[in-house]
T-cell receptor, first 114, second 113 residues
Framework: EPEVTQTPSHQVTQMGQEVILRCVPI?????FYWYRQILGQKVEFLVS????????KSEIFDDQFSVERPDGSNFTLKIRSTKLEDSAMYFC????????????FGDGTRLSIL | GESVGLHLPTLSVQEGDNSIINCAYS??????FIWYKQESGKGPQFIID?????DKRQGQRVTVLLNKTVKHLSLQIAATQPGDSAVYFC????????????FGGGTRLMVKP
């Protein structure tokens, strides 16, 4: 069964450094998403992406965050200058279409900021 | 099914029994709901979804019930197995929120052999 893959599984970064989290969505999916889950808290929406542009973003997704689809298969989340509070699990998801469609998640990248 | 701080509600059931996991949602504008299962070290795994024009939907061993009057969603798992042990999340898509999913706090299901 096709799945969303994320790399790396664990990323350790010094505060203030830039980090790029990578995702390969399911191949025929057109909508891509990033969510995060701080330890012990709910999964929170960050951003959705369609047709090479952001379609929605949450308040969490400030100027330090950016997303990109650099080629036909990868979807990346960049955090420009990491803060301690960025430590979380980051999940990538994709859906075949927009609207009321199930979003399929990867296994996440655990980001630890030191 | 809502969490309080770091504490996840836990449901403990005997193998072979049926499980019912509940979720309350607050936004009457929500029109699409998904149940996810999350095992340790893995991402949320899609189980079943339901639109607001339905009140019941069945899958393999799972049934989702939606009560829009009281804004309540439940997931029923028949003949619960040890492999069903996980954290279960409900997620809602609000009518005016595009594709953004809003997740509940999760319920931990523990299946005793």
């Amino acid at each position: 069964e096709p799945e969303v893959t994320q790399t790396p599984s664990h990323q350790v970064t010094q505060m203030g450094q830039e980090v790029i989290l990578r995702c390969v969505p399911i191949s025929n999916h057109l909508y891509f998403y990033w969510y995060r889950q701080i330890l012990g808290q709910k999964v929170e929406f960050l951003v959705s992406f369609y047709n090479n542009e952001i379609s929605e973003k949450s308040e969490i997704f400030d100027d330090q965050f950016s997303v990109e689809r650099p080629d036909g298969s990868n979807f990346t989340l960049k955090i420009r200058s990491t803060k301690l509070e960025d430590s979380a699990m980051y999940f990538c998801a994709s859906s075949e279409r927009g609207g009321r469609q199930p979003q399929h998640f990867g296994d996440g990248t655990r980001l630890s900021i030191l | 099914g809502e969490s309080v701080g770091l504490h996840l509600p836990t449901l403990s059931v005997q193998e072979g029994d049926n499980s019912i996991i509940n979720c309350a949602y607050s936004n009457s504008a929500s029109d699409y709901f998904i149940w996810y299962k999350q095992e340790s070290g893995k991402g949320p795994q899609f189980i079943i979804d339901i639109r607001s024009n339905m009140d019941k939907r069945q899958g393999q061993r799972v049934t989702v019930l939606l009560n829009k009057t009281v804004k309540h969603l439940s997931l029923q798992i028949a003949a619960t197995q040890p492999g069903d042990s996980a954290v279960y999340f409900c997620a809602e898509n609000q009518d005016n929120a595009g594709n953004m999913l809003t997740f509940g706090g999760g319920t931990r299901l523990m299946v005793k052999p």
